[in-house]
């Protein structure tokens, strides 16, 4: 796809704690792929993906930015322009869900409150170790008007839905003035009320 042919291009960030798995699920969705061993990010990564929403043609510049505390002031210069936030926590680790909340904030005060977000249960996979319950994390979503999955980088379980999802919800949050299908409308509806006009002259 060329970029003649993107409708729109999309900023999103990944975020949540360190080694809840932020980094192989931008692996599994970009490039199919999953790292066993953990290896912290540095900063941030960057990944671009395109996807087909709404019968536009959208292109994701995806960041994956670091968990640890000590970065947060690096990665806070990234949430600015972001469309679209992913906050990770891992279903076998209670105190990565408790800060949830934390990285809630983080995005309302650096990206904004009108921002897109997605709550993502990662590691889905591990069900003998889950600390968090399906059930808590969709009521957590629940109460703040988020989106919820849960997901497993590792069985490839969820990755696509969930950057969908995010990407129609980027999409909807769009002003009208910006979606491309409804200026086309705009222009449709304007030119056959002006045909009219010349019609009935």
Same mark, same amino acid.
């Given at each position: 796809?060329?970029?003649?042919?993107?409708?729109?291009?999309?900023?999103?960030? *990944?975020?949540?704690?360190?080694?809840? @798995?932020?980094? $192989?699920?931008?692996?599994?969705?970009?490039?199919?792929?999953?790292?066993?061993?953990?290896?912290?990010?540095?900063?941030?990564?960057?990944? %671009?993906?395109?996807? +087909?929403? /709404?019968?536009?043609?959208?292109?994701? $510049? *995806? &960041?994956?930015?670091?968990?640890?505390?000590?970065?947060?002031?690096?990665?806070?210069?990234?949430?600015? @322009?972001?469309?679209?936030?992913? *906050?990770? /926590?891992? %279903?076998?680790?209670?105190?990565?869900?408790?800060?949830?909340?934390? &990285?809630?904030?983080?995005?309302?005060?650096?990206?904004?409150?009108?921002?897109?977000?997605?709550?993502?249960?990662?590691?889905?996979?591990?069900?003998?170790?889950?600390?968090?319950? &399906?059930?808590?994390? !969709?009521?957590? +979503?629940?109460?703040?008007?988020?989106?919820?999955?849960?997901?497993?980088?590792?069985?490839? %379980?969820?990755?696509?839905?969930?950057?969908? +999802?995010? +990407?129609?919800?980027?999409?909807?949050?769009?002003?009208?003035?910006?979606? !491309?299908?409804?200026?086309?409308?705009?222009?449709?509806?304007?030119?056959?009320?002006?045909?009219? !006009?010349?019609?009935?002259?």
């Amino acid at each position: 796809m060329s970029i003649s042919e993107v409708d729109y291009i999309f900023k999103v960030l *990944i975020i949540g704690d360190s080694s809840v @798995g932020k980094s $192989n699920i931008l692996l599994r969705f970009s490039d199919n792929t999953f790292q066993e061993t953990f290896l912290p990010t540095i900063g941030v990564d960057f990944k %671009i993906k395109n996807l +087909a929403v /709404y019968n536009k043609n959208v292109k994701l $510049n *995806i &960041w994956d930015t670091a968990g640890q505390e000590r970065f947060k002031t690096i990665t806070s210069a990234y949430y600015k @322009g972001s469309h679209g936030v992913i *906050i990770v /926590y891992d %279903i076998t680790d209670k105190e990565g869900f408790n800060n949830v909340s934390s &990285w809630i904030n983080e995005a309302k005060k650096h990206a904004g409150p009108n921002v897109a977000r997605i709550l993502v249960g990662n590691k889905c996979d591990l069900q003998e170790e889950r600390k968090v319950a &399906w059930q808590e994390g !969709k009521d957590f +979503a629940d109460r703040e008007g988020m989106q919820f999955f849960e997901c497993s980088a590792k069985a490839k %379980i969820n990755i696509m839905e969930i950057f969908e +999802a995010l +990407a129609k919800k980027m999409y909807e949050h769009l002003p009208e003035t910006e979606r !491309k299908d409804e200026m086309d409308d705009l222009n449709l509806r304007k030119r056959s009320k002006d045909d009219s !006009k010349k019609k009935c002259c």
